[in-house]
């Protein structure tokens, strides 16, 4: 069983041009269709028009701020901030707005232990105080001015921080998945995976974590679902689209709460206490789903592989370096 969601606020790759600023065709869009809701949504507000290549318009200095500091250089995660500032300036009705936000966790730190966001560290004060400056100079709006003080400001990093899904949408995925579906011979077959296992080893080098994600979005029904190490649904992307696909994975009976995980497949084989870590330093709780409780009398140590990076890092890397792998996970 499976139903279809689809992103309160959105970032995606696009086709049809943007009309709104006249002759100007600056920003794409996949449809007639979506371009009028983006000009009716959001986007009178942050189209530049013909100050689109100017590195000096605040919104382009924004962008480029966040990509010197954020790996892989992307804009998805300001720019899913800056939507929400521009949803809010554009609506007639600015209190629907605020309060569809307001049902996003906008906490940047655990109430219990005070476990601070890791993007929102000591080492990065200086860096969200200018990212703070220039998202102000860009898009400062009476009805938000909460969100543009600095206390504010964090929250509503950390909002996208923990909330922000991912969307995939790699036709690279979609060859691989139709090339699983082929019949082949057994030799056939295992030269086929040979080459797919060695391709994605290749562009993974560049990528790492980010083969297919090419856009973030709020999902508002999906951000309800809480986590577990054992989810009983998962979300996907099957149509590479926007549409947030959330199935099943066994029999859900009624009343009983539909979990997904926050953890890749191989994050949820570690011990208690790594997956404990990524979560508090990612998503600011602790867990306590039933395999979490199962295995509370587990030594609190991290599993082989944690250790042998940590080593590696240790040995290798600068204080810049490990400053850059901090911010890979936006």
């Avoid at 232990?113 to 890791?118: D, G, L, T």
Wanted: with cysteine; aromatic share 8%.
């Amino acid at each position: 069983h499976a139903f279809y969601l689809t992103p309160l606020i959105k970032m995606h790759k696009t086709d049809q041009p943007c009309r709104v600023s006249n002759k100007h065709r600056f920003v794409m869009y996949c449809s007639s269709e979506c371009r009028q809701a983006a000009a009716d949504q959001y986007h009178k507000v942050l189209c530049l028009g013909p100050s689109q290549d100017d590195p000096n318009h605040p919104i382009n200095k924004l962008k480029n701020t966040w990509r010197s500091m954020h790996y892989p250089p992307e804009t998805s995660s300001i720019m899913l901030m800056a939507k929400m500032v521009a949803a809010v300036k554009q609506a007639k009705d600015k209190a629907h707005w605020q309060k569809l936000f307001s049902h996003f966790c906008s906490r940047t730190a655990n109430e219990e232990e005070e476990i601070a966001h890791k993007l929102l560290g000591e080492q990065f004060r200086g860096q969200l105080a200018v990212l703070n400056g220039l998202f102000t100079a860009a898009l400062y709006d009476d009805h938000l001015s909460r969100w543009f003080v600095p206390e504010g400001f964090c929250s509503l990093f950390a909002l996208v921080g923990t909330n922000g899904q991912g969307i995939g949408t790699s036709s690279l995925s979609q060859w691989v998945h139709g090339c699983d579906a082929l019949e082949l011979p057994a030799q056939q077959r295992a030269q086929l995976d040979s080459f797919i296992d060695q391709l994605y080893r290749d562009i993974e080098k560049e990528t790492g974590d980010f083969l297919n994600c090419e856009g973030s979005g709020l999902f508002l029904l999906q951000s309800s679902c809480n986590h577990s190490c054992i989810p009983n649904a998962e979300a996907s992307f099957p149509d590479n689209n926007f549409l947030l696909h959330l199935s099943a994975l066994s029999d859900i009976s009624p009343g009983e709460e539909i979990c997904i995980s926050y953890l890749e497949c191989c994050q949820r084989d570690r011990s208690r206490h790594s997956r404990h870590k990524i979560l508090r330093e990612n998503y600011l709780f602790i867990c306590s789903c039933p395999k979490c409780v199962s295995q509370m009398d587990e030594p609190d140590l991290t599993s082989e592989e944690e250790e042998e990076e940590e080593e590696g890092e240790a040995e290798g890397e600068t204080e810049g370096d490990e400053m850059e792998d901090e911010m890979t996970d936006v």
